[in-house]
């Protein structure tokens, strides 16, 4: 299935993009994340972020569905 | 989330209601150093749409938890310069304690929550992405996301 990620801050500099399409077979993104790190040497582990489906939080069991926009939130630095 | 200067008096108008005896505000300023490094600026960056609504679900809390009549927050985006207003809460209540404690909150809970991430600008012309804050929450929480929380 065909998964759009949006990169913010660090992961969006490391990515060298802002929007991507990737093509997977993983179900949950917890391994789509760890192939993405692998790709890109993102720092942080998963436990450090959080992920964002299709506009709110979600947690990182929830099955992927063609066409999801997921988003890897790293450590919040507002206020 | 606001990407230019927003007028404080707008933002503290809207809590000008006749059933509130005061409010209390916090402003959250650039400062021009962190960590021994001297900083020139910061530019935040966000995501926008959740950062709106998390910041909503923040105050709908505030609301329930605590005796308040209203509670306002504007936080930035974009490129700001040393002592520019970064974030804005703004709580009236009936009475004092409320508005101080729901203020507080407000502020530890969008630093904790809301995705927004801070990238510093030194006067040696170096910037980095600030890694993480070590905020301390005085209050109970339910939520724990395990992304920069040192206060455990």
Request: with cysteine.
């Amino acid at each position: 299935m065909r998964i759009h990620l949006e990169y913010f801050a660090q992961l969006r500099e490391l990515a060298g993009q802002k929007l991507q399409i990737v093509e997977t077979t993983h179900e949950t993104v917890g391994p789509l994340y760890d192939e993405l790190r692998e790709t890109y040497g993102f720092p942080f582990s998963p436990e450090r972020l959080r992920v964002a489906i299709n506009g709110d939080f979600a947690p990182w069991t929830q099955p992927l569905r063609e066409g999801d926009l997921v988003v890897f939130i790293p450590p919040v630095t507002g206020g | 989330m606001a990407s230019e200067p927003v007028s404080i008096e707008t933002l503290r108008a809207a809590l000008h209601l006749a059933q509130a005896g005061g409010f209390c505000s916090f402003e959250g300023w650039v400062r021009n150093t962190n960590e021994g490094r001297p900083v020139d600026g910061l530019d935040y960056e966000a995501y926008d749409a959740l950062a709106t609504k998390e910041g909503e679900r923040i105050l709908d809390e505030a609301m329930a938890r605590y005796d308040i009549s209203h509670a306002v927050a504007m936080h930035r985006t974009g490129s700001l310069n040393v002592g520019d207003v970064a974030v804005w809460i703004g709580v009236s209540a009936p009475h004092r304690d409320a508005a101080f404690r729901a203020c507080r909150y407000i502020i530890d809970e969008i630093k904790h929550r809301v995705p927004v991430w801070k990238n510093e600008r030194y006067l040696d012309g170096d910037t980095q992405w600030v890694a993480c804050h070590h905020t301390h929450r005085p209050h109970e929480h339910e939520h724990d996301h395990g992304s920069c929380n040192h206060n455990h």
